[in-house]
């Protein structure tokens, strides 16, 4: 059975940094291809970032520069370092394992998290 | 960046009826699509892919259609389980993007 476990939320000041993890298990985070998607209070779905195929990353406009996602494959883990926070990073963070099935890019989020709540403000 | 628009943005059905949700992207994106079905304090539930390819697990009365700039999500006949919020997602080119989500509530 697919588990994704995120951990490392919580309260921070803006302009603050936050590490997120998400651990696996049932499936093997560096042969996959994984996502983080946010959702504001109250508000949509966003995707912030994926990586696949060793190092291949990819960023949402409103974090890249800020944002960086990386994995720890001796952890089997995700990861996300969100740095330079502002009120608008204030979200549920979820992290998402990604199918293709023939699609130009491999995101058909079938497995989720329950998700990370950040919340950013002073 | 390819937009997503959903309509309506919520609707209100009774048990049994058949609900047709629809989504618009901003540009062609062949049947790179998705669907997801979302409960309060959930994560989001993938339905189908590919336009109209219902995931493992998802009951029959979901079925999705569309190719190009314009989708459909039709449920058949509304169970109980079935009053959340859909979104639909593009996966035809990054970045990734959703539709702002269709509200499904109990008449």
């Known amino acids: 059975e697919v588990q994704l476990v995120e951990s490392g939320g919580g309260l921070v000041q803006p302009g603050g940094s936050l590490r997120l993890s998400c651990a696996a298990s049932g499936l093997t985070v560096s042969s996959n291809y994984m996502s983080w998607v946010r959702q504001a209070p109250g508000k949509g779905l966003e995707w912030v970032s994926v990586i696949y195929s060793g190092v291949t990353t990819h960023y949402a406009d409103s974090v890249r520069g800020r944002f960086t996602i990386s994995r720890d494959n001796s952890k089997n883990t995700l990861y996300l370092q969100m740095n330079s926070l502002r009120g608008e990073d204030t979200a549920v963070y979820y992290c998402?394992?990604?199918?293709?099935?023939?699609?130009?890019?491999?995101?058909?989020?079938?497995?989720w998290g329950q998700g990370a709540l950040v919340t950013v403000s002073s | 960046d390819i937009q997503m628009t959903q309509s309506p943005s919520s609707v209100s059905a009774s048990v049994g009826d058949r609900v047709i949700i629809t989504c618009r992207a901003s540009?062609?994106?062949?049947?790179?699509l998705a669907w997801y079905q979302q409960k309060p304090g959930k994560a989001p539930k993938l339905l189908i892919y590919?336009?109209?390819s219902l995931q493992s697990g998802v009951p029959s009365r979901f079925s999705g259609s569309g190719s190009g700039t314009d989708f459909t999500l039709t449920i058949s006949s509304l169970q109980p389980e079935d009053f959340a919020t859909y979104y639909c997602q593009q996966a035809n080119s990054f970045p990734v993007t959703f539709g702002q989500g269709t509200k499904l509530e109990i008449k």
């Open positions: 540009q062609g994106i062949s049947t790179w």
């Open positions: 998402a394992r990604g199918d293709r099935s023939g699609s130009p890019i491999p995101v058909y989020f079938g497995y």
């Open positions: 590919a336009a109209s």
